[in-house]
Nanobody
């Protein structure tokens, strides 16, 4: 089991910036990846950004170039810098932590989410 504390959401005007933080609890398994997904009302959940323990990153298409994900492995913490925010970025942003349970098995855990609202 992994517990995550998410912070940094809020209300911002279009063109503004926000920084999201997700801190995962210690556990006996290694963390393979941490990242963020988002879900807007009436839409499916989509990838925002993810970073592996080795530092590889992947971004959703509409976030690339505006968002930057980084990770502090020692603190089990991931940061998401969001710039040039648009009203369509409004969503519930949820942190996801993937544990490596060994023998090729991975398990993903979800945080409760932090809401981001971008006004026009």
């Amino acid at each position: 089991q992994v517990h995550m504390v998410e912070s940094g959401g809020g209300l911002v005007q279009a063109g503004g910036s926000l920084r999201l933080t997700c801190a995962a609890s210690d556990n006996i398994y290694s963390i393979e990846a941490m990242g963020w997904y988002r879900q807007a009302p009436g839409k499916q959940r989509e990838l925002v950004a993810i970073v592996t323990s080795g530092g590889r990153t992947n971004y959703g298409d509409s976030m690339r170039g505006r968002f930057t994900i980084s990770r502090d492995n020692a603190k089990n913490t991931v940061y998401l810098e969001m710039n040039s925010l648009k009203p369509e970025d409004t969503a519930l942003y949820s942190c996801a932590t993937t544990l490596d349970l060994g023998r090729g098995v991975q398990q993903r855990y979800w945080g409760r989410g932090t809401r981001v609202t971008v006004s026009s």
